[in-house]
């Protein structure tokens, strides 16, 4: 479902000023039910749906990063691994494994580099397995992660927050549970922390109402 409107974004550039004024519907969508969040009362939760396999979520990771290494200590970021079917569950699954053992900071961007640079696909258990070795993680240890009944879990509630975001496409920044980001609304890929920093300013302004 995810791969058409991936394709279709190829033609988005890069590189987009942000609008001044933020108009709903048009720079992002507001769900129409808030979307439980997992941080403090007091903090604004910020979430990344997005697909190791896909291109642009690849070229979001740099100004994304470094966003998020710019923000207060009110704004906590997350991830949360697509799920379609196939691959996309596989590598969610790796995900949520790498995350159970401990190891997933440090192969978080590797995954990415893998099988954008070298052509990996990194799919099959016996290739996240080889993968996860190079971390320190024995193989036995990797598969029973990745099969676990945590991991497993983990990625039923990864498809179910997917649905409740109402996402059709990858990447999409989700803020505060309501405000959605997506590379078609914001205009481009590096603008979508810009407009998530405005939202993110737009969620304070409401809290002090």
């Known amino acids: 479902m995810f791969k058409p409107l991936m394709i279709a974004l190829m033609g988005i550039?890069?590189?987009s000023p942000v609008t001044a004024d933020l108009v709903e519907g048009e720079d992002y969508t507001e769900l129409d039910e808030a979307v439980e969040t997992s941080v403090d009362d007091d903090q604004i939760e910020v979430t990344e749906a997005f697909?190791?396999?896909?291109?642009h979520c690849y070229n979001l990771e740099e100004p994304l990063n470094?966003?998020?290494?710019?923000?207060?200590?009110?704004?906590?970021?997350?991830?949360?691994?697509?799920?379609?079917?196939?691959?996309?569950n596989q590598h969610a699954a790796a995900f949520y494994a790498a995350r159970e053992l401990g190891i997933l900071d440090d192969l978080h961007d590797d995954f990415f580099t893998a099988i954008h640079e070298?052509?990996?696909?990194?799919?099959?258990?016996?290739?996240?397995?080889?993968?996860?070795s190079d971390y320190g993680v024995?193989?036995?240890?990797?598969?029973?992660?990745?099969?676990?009944?945590?991991?497993?879990?983990?990625?039923?509630?990864?498809?179910?927050?997917?649905?409740?975001?109402?996402?059709?496409?990858?990447?999409?920044?989700?803020i505060?549970?309501?405000?959605?980001?997506?590379?078609?609304?914001?205009?481009?890929?590096?603008?979508?922390?810009?407009?998530?920093?405005?939202?993110?300013?737009?969620?304070?302004?409401?809290?002090?109402?």
């Open 176 to 209: 505060d549970g309501r405000y959605v980001i997506t590379p078609s609304s914001a205009g481009g890929l590096d603008a979508m922390p810009e407009i998530a920093g405005e939202l993110v300013d737009k969620v304070r302004e409401e809290r002090s109402e």
């Open 13 to 15: 550039s890069l590189s």
């Open 66 to 88: 470094e966003w998020v290494a710019e923000q207060p200590d009110d704004v906590v970021f997350t991830r949360t691994p697509a799920t379609m079917g196939g691959d996309w």
């Open 51 to 55: 697909w190791y396999g896909c291109p």
């Open 138 to 174: 024995s193989e036995e240890d990797a598969r029973n992660a990745l099969n676990s009944f945590d991991v497993k879990s983990q990625v039923n509630r990864a498809h179910a927050r997917m649905r409740a975001y109402e996402l059709t496409g990858v990447p999409a920044l989700v």
């Open 118 to 132: 070298e052509g990996r696909s990194l799919t099959s258990e016996d290739d996240l397995a080889d993968f996860f």
